[in-house]
């Protein structure tokens, strides 16, 4: 059910949580730029499902609060298009600078 997948993960917890474990890994360089990245990864994905895409609940379960501007109508196989032409996209990128294919 998409309400219970938004009410449970995409609230602002998963990436508090995350940046919590980028402070106390900040010695272990790779380790804390991995918690930063997903933090940070995870933050946008709540800023574009909120502004694009239907309501998200932030302070579940203190609040029932919904925030969403729902500018786009939903359509599952649009943004499961946009996801395959961004991974596409990046695995180019990665093969031309930095030659993944060196790595199999």
């Avoid at 939903?74 to 993944?100: C, G, M, N, P, T």
């Amino acid at each position: 059910n998409l309400g219970t997948h938004r009410e449970l993960f995409h609230a602002i917890w998963i990436p508090l949580f995350f940046f919590v474990g980028y402070l106390f890994t900040l010695k272990l360089r790779d380790l804390s730029k991995a918690f930063l990245m997903v933090a940070g990864g995870t933050s946008f994905h709540l800023l574009l499902d909120g502004t694009l895409v239907g309501n998200i609940y932030p302070l579940v379960p203190f609040s029932d609060m919904q925030i969403g501007l729902n500018l786009l109508p939903f359509s599952s196989d649009l943004f499961a298009s946009i996801d395959a032409i961004l991974l596409i996209l990046w695995l180019y990128h990665e093969e031309f600078k930095h030659k993944i294919s060196d790595y199999f």
